[in-house]
Each structure stands twice: as C-alpha cells, then as structure tokens.
C-alpha cells in the first residue's frame, strides 16, 4: 500500500501562484508513475501532469502548459505541483495519484493510489 497525502491548497487571486505538495509513504519503492489530477462538482477527474518517479519526465494537459510546473523529490518522497497565472478555470479540488506501471496515463482509472484531495479556489 502506498498512502499519499496533498497539501499547499487554498485560496488566491486570479494571476497568483499555490504550490501543492504530495507527501507519499508505504511501499513507495514500487512507484514509477505520480500524477496530479483536479476535480469540480458534477465533471470527471481530469489530468493535470504526470511524472515519472525515476528520470522526471513530465507531461501535461494543454490546459496548464506554460503556468503549471509539475516535479519530485525522491529522497523526500514528495511531488510537487507550482501553480503560476492561475485562472477562475482552475478552481478545483486537486489529487495526487500513483501507479505502479512505467506510462504516463491521463485516465484516472489507470491510477491505483489516491489522495484525499485539497481544494484550491482562484478568485477573480
């Protein structure tokens, strides 16, 4: 079992920056994909960025490309997510998730650990 807890959310002023954290802990040798996705009332989980565990390639959604900087720290074992030029659009409640198998997904079912979400709202 992996246990992943996020933190860093609340709220700013659209144009501000957050950074959020995921701490993670258990079996995390066996980790090679973390993600962030985000969440809004009545819509699907949808992807946010994704690193690999070992190496730091990334990926993201168009929608954060240029303002969204996703990173980890292995010795720590966190992942971090810098949130720039933030927008009303990104108000959401943000998770962070880990699988096992080496590819970046973008479906959240692919994921096996979930955290338990911080909201993150952008005033306008």
């Known amino acids: 079992q992996v246990q992943l807890v996020e933190s860093g959310g609340g709220l700013v002023q659209a144009g501000g920056s957050l950074r959020l954290s995921c701490a993670a802990s258990g079996r995390t040798f066996s980790t090679r994909i973390m993600g962030w996705f985000r969440q809004v009332p009545g819509k699907e989980r949808e992807f946010v960025a994704g690193?690999?565990?070992?190496?730091?390639?990334?990926s993201y959604a168009d929608s954060v490309k240029g303002r969204f900087t996703i990173s980890r720290d292995n010795v720590k074992n966190t992942m971090y997510l810098q949130m720039n030029s933030l927008k009303s659009d990104d108000t959401a409640v943000y998770y962070c998730?880990?699988?096992?198998?080496?590819?970046?997904?973008?479906?959240?079912?692919?994921?096996?650990?979930w955290g338990q979400g911080t909201q993150v709202t952008v005033s306008s």
């Open positions: 690193i690999t565990w070992i190496g730091g390639s990334t």
């Open positions: 998730s880990s699988k096992r198998t080496i590819r970046i997904a973008i479906s959240p079912n692919e994921y096996e650990y």
